[in-house]
């Protein structure tokens, strides 16, 4: 924890190292208690930097033991000085050696940053700035180098000695001890060192690139989970393959390893050569994971894989270019699953999270742009918007460009940038001059942040048969700008004929591609040759991260569900559907109104519903309407509990009305025998629990019975759990006894045991806050692992809308005092858990006023880490 007032860090700020770094050797004497590093650093002043002799370096959480230059040991405060930042060396010459001893204490360390242990294993997680926790250094990624890393530790206990790159040289030592030493050829930055110790067992593959090389593949985990790494290392493999053939790009090291630990920050961690991941992203079998595991571990082994080129080899040159790694690399991993699965499926479950999470982000006190022009603590914007909205403002180049197109700009930036670090701006650069093409304007999407809305109106004349898109795009204001400069935005449009099908596009008598360019605010598009008033199908394949805005009529709507060509908007238009009738339907209760639901509604789900021409897993998600969170962001101020009330009235309704075709459905689809991970099998698995999920709102015992027999017979943890979540929501017998048999039969696997925590935090029983304290209590719980607090407390935060946003604030009240337990461990974990209370400004004044409370209560308190204290005092801070 950093001690006084946390400051402000500005991109405007940024001046090039002094001192550039040629070698790096690094010596790690691993203890029991303490750790020992020696750093030997190479320094070469920057020629224009001619008279500035100050090299500073980072560091926190240090021990100084000796420091010398060219051999020679330096005195304090005379040849260097200690700040609260690090370590100056106050006359460095234009070359020469630095030693640096330090001793850290990894067995301590609960933040979770820099060198810690996990499972009585070493391991390391330097991005962004862990290294400085590790040994002095300029821990800025624009400082690139050769690292040599050598390990020392006592073999009985780290048998296994991993770091980046090749394996040199190893050997014995004295008492029991032994030694390994890497070498990383590749020059790189400090964030993406990595080092692991333990008892680990490993499987290995191997993959023959493109051009005929032989790369080891490696899986490091702990002895008892070496079964479960299958999955992901076919995922690694298909990675490489793909990045081969879509971009042209292969793997560069001899070996690339992936360790997996239990103890993590976040999912995964793309360091050189040597990969560290959560293990909830490794381990997969069907008893244990379900599909969306299945697909997330794949989706995360490509996004670090594809790190390789977007991030390691072409690196960012300050912390504000993130989105230049992340947005990017979401992007790739995005493609990857779609060209894998199905595309269709893959951009609707893209675009439901974008618009449940980083619009709510971008609507939230924590706004920034995607590249964010000034930070407390950098860790706070490793956020849905840097990287969601970041890969979608990648996406806006592939749609105006074509995939061609795309390529040839990509193709250019490594031709350009390899082993270099840079900016957003040389990634545009890049893809205009590689297309020949004007791209300026979407360097605002880059500088300014908050959802654009765009508004179209249509007019049609009968006479000239033409149909006019008027388009009106507006910027709401965020924190760092009250005025915003309009977007190049690429709305992709169709228009359907009465018979449903594409009219053929004329703009000015032009054959038209269907996208259309909005550069300015207000904008008119003419389509001529339009025989028949046409139904209007905008921002097709949802063409850029806005909110639009279109008076549609429900007859439209429900129109578009049934025929519209375009797969996302068939979706979109029953989203739009239900959202309608969550606004009409909380105007009746306020207004004491008896609820009720069209006839024609209750029609289109059905038709959706039993439309076996359309893939299960499309079904499935048209049937999986905008959750509690959707509709609180969408329709403020949000009052959480008339929400849930009307939410439930429409899926209730839907499940009575409909009962007959979920069961039909449900019992066709139950028994598939084996279990496949395939894309159908997939879809097939998820319609069928959608059905049950539904028909888990009838009041109706036979429901039990049903979930406790699909529980019982499940073959795969997709099935087990999804009767266990319907379960959890009904007070009944099969419940408690469901509950006790997965506890029984998982706990002796911690992953496992997530989901039982997590699933029991989202239940809607009247209890659950009551259940979560309890649960803190749990043998099995322990609040110093993220992805148990995740599980636990983040699900209840996130997931469980109805109690969290109790009238009585006592939601409030537990998750301001786990935040403030964490503060003190892990400020990184503590700073995601108080974003469910942020927007205190969205909710009804009651409940307002009662997270704004809870809000106040943390910032008062004494030791507040920069990581809580930048979200709560922002979140505060007068609009
Ligand atoms: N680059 C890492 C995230 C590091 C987060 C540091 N707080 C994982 C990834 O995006 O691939
Ligand atoms: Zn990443």
């Known amino acids: 924890m950093r001690e006084g007032q946390p400051h402000t860090i500005y991109l405007k700020d940024y001046t090039p190292p002094v001192y550039q770094v ?63 930042e690090g370590l100056q060396i106050l006359t460095m010459p234009a070359q020469g050696s630095l030693e640096i001893v330090t001793r850290i204490y990894p067995q ?91 008892h680990l067992k490993h499987v290995e593959d191997f993959y023959t690139t493109g051009s005929g090389r032989k790369v080891t593949l490696r899986i490091y985990t702990e002895p008892h989970n070496i079964s479960k790494c299958e999955h992901a290392m076919q995922s690694l493999k298909r990675a490489m393959r793909w990045d081969e053939q879509r ?30 991941f959560n293990s909830k992203l490794v381990f997969a079998s069907p008893e244990t994971a379900t599909d969306q595991d299945y697909i997330n571990i ?55 999270m974008l618009r449940t999470f980083q619009f709510t982000e971008d609507a939230s006190p924590m706004a920034h742009p995607i590249r964010p022009a000034s930070y407390m603590e950098i860790n706070n914007f490793y956020t849905m918007t840097v990287y969601e909205k970041g890969a979608e403002v990648v996406r806006l180049y592939q749609t105006l460009l074509g995939r061609a197109g795309f390529r040839q700009g990509m193709d250019l930036y490594f031709a350009r940038h390899d082993g270099q670090a840079v900016t957003t701006e040389d990634f545009l650069a890049a893809m205009a001059d590689a297309n020949q093409a004007d791209l300026k304007q979407l360097q605002r999407w880059y500088d300014q942040a908050g959802t654009p809305e765009v508004k179209v109106t249509m007019t049609y004349d009968a006479t000239a048969q033409t149909c006019r898109l008027h388009c009106v795009q507006s910027i709401p204001a965020t924190p760092e700008s009250q005025h915003k400069q309009p977007q190049l935005i690429p709305l992709q449009v169709g228009l359907l004929r009465e018979t449903g099908a594409d009219l053929a596009l004329y703009l000015e008598d032009q054959p038209c591609d269907g996208i259309l360019q909005l550069t300015q605010a207000e904008q008119s598009f003419r389509f001529t040759q339009v025989p028949e008033q046409p ?24 129109f578009l569900m049934k025929h519209d060509s375009d797969a996302f908007n ?88 409909l009962r007959l075709d979920f069961e039909i459905i449900f019992y066709r689809l139950q028994h598939q025998g084996v279990y496949q991970i395939d894309a159908a099998s997939m879809g097939k698995r998820r319609l069928k629990n959608v059905c049950l999920a539904y028909l888990g709102h009838l009041d109706d015992q036979a429901v039990p019975a049903l979930c406790a027999e699909q529980y019982a017979q499940a073959n795969n943890m997709t099935d087990a759990l999804a009767a266990l979540a319907v379960l959890v929501d009904i007070d ?54 993220p992805n148990k607090v995740r599980a636990l407390i983040g699900s209840f935060a996130l997931r469980n809308p109805w109690h969290f946003h109790a009238a009585d604030g006592s939601g409030y009240a537990f998750l301001a005092e786990r935040v403030l337990w964490l503060n003190e461990r892990n400020p990184q974990v503590a700073a995601r858990m108080v974003r469910p ?6 909710y009804e004044s009651g409940r307002a006023q009662l997270m704004r409370g809870q809000l106040e209560r943390i910032q008062a308190h004494q030791g507040l880490s920069a990581d809580v204290y930048e979200i709560v005092s922002k979140s505060l801070a007068t609009a």
């Not at 294993?121 to 690292?147: H, S, W």
């Not at 989706?299 to 230049?324: A, K, P």
């Open 247 to 276: 971009f042209g790009l292969e793997y560069d090291l001899d070996i690339y390893m992936i360790v997996a630990v239990d103890d993590f920050n976040m999912g995964a961690m793309e360091n050189k050569g040597l990969n560290i």
């Open 298 to 352: 794949e989706s995360v082994i490509g996004h670090e894989y594809f790190h390789n080129w977007t991030g390691n080899r072409i690196t960012c040159r300050d912390w504000f270019q993130l989105s230049l790694k992340e947005g990017l690399t979401v992007f790739r991993d995005q493609e990857f699953t779609a060209d894998l699965h199905s595309p269709a499926v893959k951009r609707i479950e893209d675009v439901r």
């Open 570 to 657: 068939r979706w979109d238009a029953g989203q739009r559907l239900a959202m309608r009738a969550f606004e009409s339907l909380l105007l009746d209760l306020k207004q004491g109104i008896p609820l009720g639901l069209s006839h024609e509604c209750v029609c289109a789900w059905q038709v959706v519903l039993t439309d076996e021409n359309l893939d299960p897993a499309l079904r499935a998600e048209a049937l999986s309407l905008p959750s509690e969170t959707d509709i609180a962001e969408q329709l403020r101020p949000a009052d959480p509990a008339a929400i849930h009330q009307v939410r439930e009235f429409v899926l209730t309704t839907l499940a009575k009305a």
């Open 837 to 842: 209370l942020i927007n205190w400004r969205h």
């Open 535 to 558: 139904v209007p199908s905008l921002l097709r394949n949802f063409s850029a991260p806005v909110r639009l805005v279109y008076p549609y009529t429900e007859a439209e709507l429900i």
């Open 22 to 84: 040629e070698t790096l050797n690094l010596k790690f004497e691993l203890g029991d208690e303490f750790t020992v590093v020696t750093s030997t650093a190479h320094y070469q002043r920057d020629p224009s930097h001619l008279g500035n002799t100050l090299l500073e370096l980072d560091g926190e959480d240090l021990e100084l033991i000796s420091v010398q230059l060219d051999g020679r040991y330096l005195q304090v405060n005379q040849d260097y000085r200690l700040t609260p």
């Open 732 to 785: 009944c017998p099969e419940r408690v006894a469901a509950l006790q048999h997965f506890h029984d039969r998982w706990q002796h696997d911690p992953l496992v045991m997530d989901k039982w925590f997590a699933l029991q935090a989202s239940s809607s029983l009247p209890n659950t806050l009551q259940q979560v304290q309890q649960l803190l209590e749990h043998p099995l719980f322990d609040m110093r692992n």
């Open 108 to 198: 301590k360390n609960t933040a979770l940053e820099g060198l810690y242990q996990s499972s009585g294993n070493f391991c390391t997680q330097c991005e962004a700035q862990g290294f400085r926790k590790i040994t002095y250094y300029q821990d800025r990624p624009d400082v690139m180098t050769l690292f040599t890393t050598d390990i020392i530790a006592e073999r009985a206990k780290y048998p296994v000695l991993l770091s980046n790159g090749n394996l040199v040289a190893a050997g014995e030592l004295e008492e029991g001890k032994h030694w390994a030493r890497w070498l990383d050829p590749y020059r790189k930055p400090a964030y993406l060192f990595a080092l692991v110790a333990g």
